[in-house]
Structures are given as C-alpha cells and as structure tokens.
C-alpha cells in the first residue's frame, strides 16, 4: 500500500484505544506514522513503548504536545518551562523527532504580552531540544482559541516567531483546522518553505455547523476545508513528510474504532 506511505494518525484520533492497541491497528491497515499524545504514554515505560512502536513498523512522527507557556503568574511561566523539558526528555526516550507546541494564552494579559511571553519560554527550552535532538514546532491554533489556548493565530505570526528566533531546531506545523480560513495561507506556506521550517502538516476537517469548538472536528471530505488544494501548496513548498490526521470528535470516538480507521484510509485517500 505505496500510497498510504505518508499517512500518520495521531493517537488522540483513535482515542478510545490504548496506544498498544492503536500501534497494532494502524501497523494492521498499513498506516505508517504514529504521532503520540503524552496521555498515552501515563504509566508506561517510554522507552520501550518507543521500541513497541517501531517493531511493528511505524515511525514515531511528534509528540504531542508541550507550549502554554504563556501566564500572567510567574510561578506558573516555570511550571510550563520544567513541564516542556519533561516533554523534550520524553521525545527522546520515545524517538520521537519533534515535540509540537501549542502555545498558550492567558485572559489576564493583552495577546502582545502572551506572545513576548510564548518567545522567551521557547528560547528558554531550545537549547535542551537542541541537546537532545528533537525538533520544536509551533502550531498556531484557530482565532477562536485565541484566549486562552494559543496567542499564535496565524502562520505568518508562527513564520514570525520561528524567523526571529531563528534555529534549525525549530519550526511550525500546519494545521489545516486552524489555518485554513486564512487569505495569506498559500503565500505563508511557501514562506515557510522557503525557510525550511515547514515541520508538520495535521489534517481533519471543518464541519458546517461546528457544534463544539473543541471536540467536532471532521474526518476528511466531510466538511468544507480545500484539502487538496492545501496539500498541494505544502508540496510546492518542499514538504516530503507525513499527513498527519488530528482529529478531536465526540461523535467520531462513539463510532467502532476499527470502522472508524478504515474510514479514515479511505477518506485520506480520497478527499485529502
Ligand atoms: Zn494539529
């Protein structure tokens, strides 16, 4: 299955299974990249759950997720910085090339303040990622997130932060939920490119009506996001790695978990 070669799942997507379970499924269907969320790995060895991972054939793609370094308290600005450490050492364990950063917000403070905040707690783990070996990305969230989730609302701002800071170690993943409504998105990609920071590119899609900003994204195809289109653009953009599917959804984790990840083949062969 040479076309399913750049697929990765994301274990929040199938999240109903352990990552045992999700690591045997995805090997099963072919699927080839695995992107962990650190949920799974509570209670596990990290280390050994990575050597689980790569004998049945897949890749470890991220670890999801480090960030919210942004707080109006100072005590909790250092309790993000010791929990991001914690998230690089456990990429390293795992084998993991690139942990994901979601950025963070607090309502306390105007967004210019989060985001000088969100700098310095990046530049302050970046030479532990550096030593270790693993890659940092920034994911810009949707704006409607923007309170307390992520001041980074836009790929210009990630292009931004990631040109200013300026490190081989560090980029941004795209992700098309967040990003696909946005005019400039075709010209960032490219800049991004061109930069070489283009790390990660999430899929899902947008469904019409969104019933719960959180927990209703959509499986590809059915909602109203131009997949093709976007992917095309990342592949103009000298992109080559994984399509990753992200996808948070009370409706979809109710369904069978084995329907649901033949659904998400045929819909990543189909409509993305
Ligand atoms: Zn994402």
């Known amino acids: 299955m040479d076309n399913l070669n750049q697929l990765c799942i994301h274990t929040i997507t199938t999240k109903p299974w352990a990552i045992e379970t999700a690591v045997q499924k995805y090997a099963e269907a072919g699927v080839k990249g695995i992107s962990v969320w650190r949920d799974t790995l509570e209670n596990r060895n990290i280390q050994r759950t990575g050597e689980f991972i790569r004998s049945h054939g897949l890749e470890v793609v991220s670890l999801v997720r480090g960030g919210f370094f942004a707080h109006t308290s100072a005590l909790k600005r250092d309790a993000s910085l010791s929990d991001n450490l914690k ?91 967040h990003l696909w409504w946005d005019p400039g998105l075709e010209q960032e990609i490219r800049r991004c490119g061109a930069n070489g920071h283009l790390f990660a590119y999430h899929i899902c899609d947008w469904n019409v009506p969104t019933i719960d900003m959180l927990n209703d994204r959509g499986l590809m195809g059915e909602g109203c996001i131009r997949l093709k289109q976007i992917r095309q653009w990342v592949k103009e953009a000298g992109f080559s790695g994984y399509h990753e599917v992200e996808i948070f959804s009370n409706r979809l984790w109710a369904q069978d978990q084995d329907i649901f990840l033949q659904n998400i083949i045929n819909a990543y062969l189909n409509h993305s």
Not at 109 to 116: I, N, V, Y
Not at 123 to 143: M, Q, R, T, Y
């Open 87 to 177: 998230a690089i050492d456990e990429a390293a364990a795992l084998g993991a090339p690139m942990v994901v950063l979601v950025c963070g917000a607090d309502p306390g403070q105007t967004l210019e303040a989060s985001r000088e905040q969100i700098r310095t707690g990046i530049e302050a783990i970046l030479p532990h990622a550096e030593a270790c070996k693993v890659k940092l990305a920034i994911e810009p969230l949707h704006p409607m997130y923007a309170a307390d989730r992520s001041a980074i609302t836009t790929l210009a701002q990630a292009n931004d932060l990631a040109e200013a800071i300026r490190s081989p170690w560090l980029g941004v993943a795209a992700d098309v939920y």
